[in-house]
């Protein structure tokens, strides 16, 4: 399995830009399909935003669709989520997660085998 650490959680205020950034190791990233994946306490892990392996294609949820910004860098092993306009519901602990490329890019956290452990991004009001 790839490992992945995902680094760029902070506290920022409403409005404000942020970028995070996951990192894998252990194996290619050209290998998998890749998301992000957002969690608050006590809620289920809500989906995103998803790249395939080659960065052709990209889904986003309906909640951060034109504000987030989904990319990868397969030679860096690095996968990058723009976050812009952030808004105080965006508030979660954020999580990278990979998968086998695939024929269709899963947006379902149960499509995914790696995860990273998450980095938290707050947004005061």
């Known amino acids: 399995q790839v490992q992945l650490v995902e680094s760029g959680g902070g506290l920022v205020q409403a409005g404000d830009s942020l970028s995070l950034s996951c990192t894998a190791s252990?194996?290619?990233?050209?290998?998998?399909?890749l998301g992000w994946f957002r969690q608050v306490p006590g809620k289920e892990r809500e989906f995103v935003s998803a790249?395939?392996?080659?960065?052709?294609?990209?889904y986003y949820a309906d909640s951060v669709k034109g504000r987030f910004f989904i990319s990868r860098d397969n030679v860096k092993n690095t996968m990058y989520l723009q976050m812009n306009s952030l808004k105080p519901e965006d508030t979660a602990i954020y999580y990278c997660?990979?998968?086998?490329?695939?024929?269709?890019?899963?947006?379902?956290?149960?499509?995914?085998?790696?995860w990273g452990r998450g980095t938290r991004v707050t947004v005061s009001s």
């Open positions: 252990g194996r290619t990233l050209s290998s998998y399909d």
């Open positions: 997660a990979a998968r086998s490329r695939a024929w269709v890019v899963s947006r379902i956290s149960t499509g995914y085998d790696s």
């Open positions: 790249i395939g392996w080659s960065g052709g294609t990209t």
